[in-house]
């Protein structure tokens, strides 16, 4: 089975994932969609020092928002601040030292932000990892669940009484369509089991672990949009460092950091994704299926509820520290 979900998902994304994928699907696109006033709205961006993250923080700044950046490294942290607000000529652009694989800091970061009586009407979860090797993080959690999973899963409910104050409130999670070739495996979610780590399954598990806390979030909080989105394949500094082989095959056919970052700055902005169902899966700014035909991906109501319960226990263990 692993092997036909390879091969359709290959497939699938040769068609749609590429730059000639994104050349095909932007002849549908609404462009008057992104013609909207952004002067007053607050967006938070994880991961916003290059790549995706930081091609949708330039666009939210060019727009006139005011753009929240969260980065790990302030070094680089700063140098994309410099470049946003020399680029655009907005000054309403701010940095936000954070680790997101550090539960702790995510709660801290959270409770200050809170304190400042800042407003914050769009979070956008971007930042993630591929790690190839199975490392630990200080706190003992594998590097690609505390990032992509359980730091994601903090920061977002963490922020939600924030978030809920807003008008029309807004949460998007950059997943990844590496996520259909993987069904939700709630038994092991930090690849102890695992026989052979494998960087890569690791991280589209982690993305169909988004997928459904997403599902999940949209139910449990139905003031807020929630929305996950595949940026396709994208030129960014991860994906050369991460999967320098797929890089070197797919180089040519890669899309910009711009065509990826579309569909984030469409659902972070645009009216119409508020008049669509929250806690869908969106590429090419329209919602697509969550699983391939025939690939047996789907998980069951109780897989999906064991999930979010053993991340609210994990998240209650590092919150009860900052008490």
Known sequence: MSIYRNIVWFAKGMKEYTKNGFAAASKEFNTSDLDVSVTDKSYMITGANSGLGKAAALTLAQ???????VCRNKERGEEAK??????????????????????????????????????????????????????????????????????????????????????????????????????????????????KFDGTTAYAQNKRQQI???????????????????????DTPAVQSSMPQFYEKMKTRLRTVEEGADTIVWLAIAENPLKLK?????????????????????????????????????????QSDQQ
């Open 82 to 195: 410099t470049e946003i607000i020399e680029t655009t000529g907005n000054q309403n652009v701010h940095l936000h030292q954070l680790d997101t694989s550090k539960p702790r800091d995510i709660y801290q970061f959270a409770h200050k932000f809170g304190e400042s009586g800042q407003q914050l009407d769009v979070l956008i979860n971007n930042a993630g990892c591929m790690i190839n090797t199975r490392e630990l993080t200080e706190d003992g959690l594998e590097k690609n669940f505390a990032t992509n999973t359980l730091g994601t899963h903090i920061l977002t409910t963490a922020l939600i009484p924030i978030l809920s104050k807003s008008n029309k409130p807004r949460v998007i999670i950059v997943s990844s369509g590496g996520m259909l070739t993987q069904t939700l495996n709630v038994t092991d979610l930090q690849f102890e089991k695992m026989s």
């Open 63 to 69: 727009k006139g928002g005011i753009v929240h950046l």
């Open 278 to 318: 929250s806690g869908c899966f969106y590429q090419d700014r329209k919602i697509v299926p969550t699983h391939l035909p025939l690939a047996w991906t789907k998980s069951t109501p109780e897989q999906d509820q064991s999930l979010m319960s053993q991340l609210d226990d994990l998240a209650k263990k590092f």
């Open 212 to 234: 459904v806390m997403t599902e999940q979030y949209a139910l449990k909080y139905p003031s807020i949009h929630f929305s996950t989105m595949h940026p396709g394949w994208a």
